[in-house]
């Protein structure tokens, strides 16, 4: 029967109905083409072999939200009405999955086992996140930058890999792999970036290195490889790494080209170079000697005080390996080659000065010293014992856990601050010098950082800058009625300081450190009220946190020593969160029975709105946006989960505060906080 559209209706009841001619029939090939174009709407555009990889993969990342767009099964990647995230198309393959979307998001799991169907795709990075397993022999096979750096990667190297003819860059830096590698880079010469470093490798270097004749970055740090390194002689190499590893032998004169060149922490040769090697002594001599005049970095003003602690004692420090301080053995051979005091290089090519065997292994013997510090000051001990009036009682700062902390005054006006430890809490100065050069290698903005150091024998103290405004336990419990009190702003932004740093030493250093005493008297606050955590570095002497922590900050898994885990220094951090939002200690024993323990007795109330109003800190006389306590409440109650496994890690924290600044700074261009009497229900944060 035909439409409304195609008959006509009689004007009248009494009038015959008369039907529209036929329509004639399309001709055969504009038919074809219209049923083709409705066929096409209704058939993926995206080749099925990569749809199903993509389904693979998000399955066995566990069906993560963050990826949105991404289906457990079917879905079409590159239709037009169907966005993935991260993924990028040309046509109906699948050609990119990059690292603006896709790095940093958390992603947990594995790869899943089909991506060589992913044959198209060119770029895959999914650096940063939380993905771990074996990496799967079957990867995209024509990739052409393979990110995969900052994961939880363990096994080796797939040798899937060396099939990758057009592969340019291969980053699998700081993850578990392990093992030597296999001799398998003969057939990828396009690599020109390969970093491996932060990582359990070792062996010697696989002599299919040479066959890399475009490799121009190369980064092997903080592994532990061993044996010589002459295979990377000929490289092409602009920047190289070594740090950190096992190597011996000597440094091929090769290298002297190099721009940037890091070689220290390994066990270089010295003297006379066999035959055919004469040449690499002077070289590695040059390269050292650059290393030891480098450039020295400032340190940045911090402050050091205990309280709220006990007695510990304990010996040798556990010393870890950090990322990203390269400038404590980088080397600018071009910048070097310019220093009359080394030679220069000009178009005549004029020969370098060389020097004696004798003097490179007096530099070769001083740059393996691990115990010498860099970029700090040598204090003497009767320097600092004058500047603190002989240890007296009145400049006592604190008594923590490993030692006492004093201030010290110079007739200059400078103020320090002064940790002396007892002197059997070490071996001896190599020792204790062991420590100073692990503390001295964590660097943040958030991090108290350490600027001298004494190792006069029985006398071993540290040195850091002072601040008046102490700790954060000052200002939240020590504060008389005419202190002014911490805003909400700053508070939020004391939470969101620290638990930066406390990223950093999970998430940054590798392998990660443990802090093991987070508390309020360990957080500075400088002279505009950030926060800098202080104690880092010191975890091996907290073997009883019952003693160092004290009461209240305790982890439920810790019932004995070894159940002290990562997860539990974010514990703490919640305990910390706790101050901030209540103003409360946290173990109070003033306070009656079931309000003694502030996790105890506030943790039952944190999703309650009008509790949460009640426990804010008085202080606050309820100046705080309205939502501002129940958003900060939902943050600090996943850390103080008592399950380690539920609690999130310092990144996801560190985001989560992130967002409430941002509400705070978005609601502040909307016109500021309300009064109390203007606050409603609607405002947010």
């Not at 029939?25 to 209704?42: D, E, F, N, Y």
């Not at 990826?67 to 966005?83: A, I």
């Amino acid at each position: 029967m035909l439409s409304a559209e195609t008959r006509r209706c009689s004007p009248g009841r009494g009038m015959a109905r008369r039907r529209r001619p036929p329509l004639p029939l399309a001709p055969p090939l504009v038919g074809l083409a219209v049923l083709l174009s409705v066929a096409a709407t209704t058939v993926a555009k995206t080749d099925q072999p990569d749809v199903t990889a993509l389904n693979v993969m998000f399955n066995s990342m566990n069906k993560p939200s963050k990826l949105s767009g991404w289906k457990e099964s079917g879905g079409d990647p590159c239709g037009d009405d169907d966005s993935w995230k991260g993924i990028e198309c040309s046509g109906s393959s699948v050609t990119e999955m990059y690292s603006s979307n896709l790095s940093g998001l958390g992603l947990s799991g594995t790869l899943g086992y089909q991506l060589s169907s992913l044959k198209s795709v060119t770029k895959f990075d999914v650096s940063k996140n939380n993905l771990n397993g074996e990496i799967p022999y079957q990867l995209p096979p024509n990739v052409v930058q393979l990110n995969l750096y900052g994961n939880s990667f363990t096994g080796g190297v797939p040798y899937s890999i060396s099939q990758m003819v057009d592969l340019e860059t291969l980053n699998l830096g700081k993850n578990r792999l392990n093992g030597q590698l296999t001799d398998m880079f003969s057939q990828v010469p396009k690599l020109s970036t390969l970093d491996l470093s932060f990582n359990r490798f070792s062996g010697n270097l696989p002599q299919s290195f040479r066959y890399l004749i475009n490799l121009k970055t190369l980064n092997l740090e903080s592994n532990q490889f061993s044996g010589h390194i002459d295979v990377l002689a000929k490289l092409p190499l602009e920047d190289l790494n070594l740090q950190n590893n096992k190597f011996t032998g000597w440094i091929p004169s090769k290298l002297k080209d190099v721009d940037n060149l890091q070689i220290g922490g390994n066990s270089w040769s010295s003297g006379s170079a066999p035959p055919g090697m004469e040449k690499g002594s002077s070289a590695g001599a040059l390269i050292l000697l650059s290393v030891l005049k480098r450039n020295k970095s400032s340190p940045v003003s911090s402050h050091y005080y205990t309280d709220e602690s006990g007695h510990n004692r304990s010996s040798t420090p556990l010393v870890d390996d950090f990322k990203g301080h390269k400038e404590s053995s980088t080397i600018n051979m071009k910048s070097m080659e310019q220093s009359s005091s080394i030679g220069s290089r000009t178009p005549s090519a004029v020969p370098r000065k060389s020097i004696s065997d004798n003097e490179f292994e007096n530099k070769l013997n001083y740059s393996r010293r691990s115990s010498e510090p860099i970029s700090l000051m040598a204090y003497v001990s009767s320097d600092l014992e004058a500047a603190t009036g002989n240890f007296h009682s009145s400049r006592l700062l604190g008594q923590g856990t490993i030692g006492q902390v004093y201030k010290a005054k110079y007739a200059d006006g400078q103020v320090l601050v002064v940790k002396k430890f007892d002197p059997l809490s070490f071996s001896g100065s190599s020792d204790f010098m062991d420590l100073v050069n692990g503390i001295s290698k964590l660097r943040h903005a958030n991090i108290a950082e350490l600027v001298g150091y004494c190792s006069d024998p029985g006398h071993y103290m540290l040195v850091y800058d002072y601040h008046m405004n102490g700790s954060l336990y000052d200002f939240l419990h020590l504060s008389d009625d005419y202190s002014k009190p911490l805003t909400w702003d700053t508070r939020v932004r004391i939470a969101l300081g620290t638990a930066r740093a406390l990223e950093y030493l999970h998430e940054v250093c590798s392998p990660p450190v443990i802090h093991k005493n987070i508390k309020a008297s360990n957080v500075l606050l400088d002279a505009d009220l950030n926060p800098q955590l202080s104690d880092c570095g010191f975890s091996y002497f907290y073997e009883d946190t019952n003693e160092s922590l004290g009461p209240g900050y305790n982890p439920p898994e810790c019932t004995r020593s070894s159940g002290y885990v990562l997860k539990s220094d974010v514990y703490c951090f919640g305990v910390v969160m706790l101050q901030l939002l209540t103003g409360r200690k946290p173990y109070d024993s003033s306070k009656p029975r079931m309000e003694q323990s502030l996790v105890n007795y506030v943790t039952p109330q944190l999703h309650d709105i009008d509790a949460l109003g009640a426990l804010a800190d008085p202080a606050l006389r309820g100046l705080y946006p309205p939502k501002a306590l129940s958003r900060f409440a939902d943050v600090l109650s996943r850390c103080v989960q008592s399950d380690p496994e539920f609690r999130p890690s310092m990144s996801e924290v560190v985001q989560s505060l992130l967002q409430c600044v941002q509400r705070a700074t978005s609601n502040k261009r909307m016109g500021g906080l309300r009064s109390v009497s203007q606050r409603s229900d609607d405002s947010d944060w």
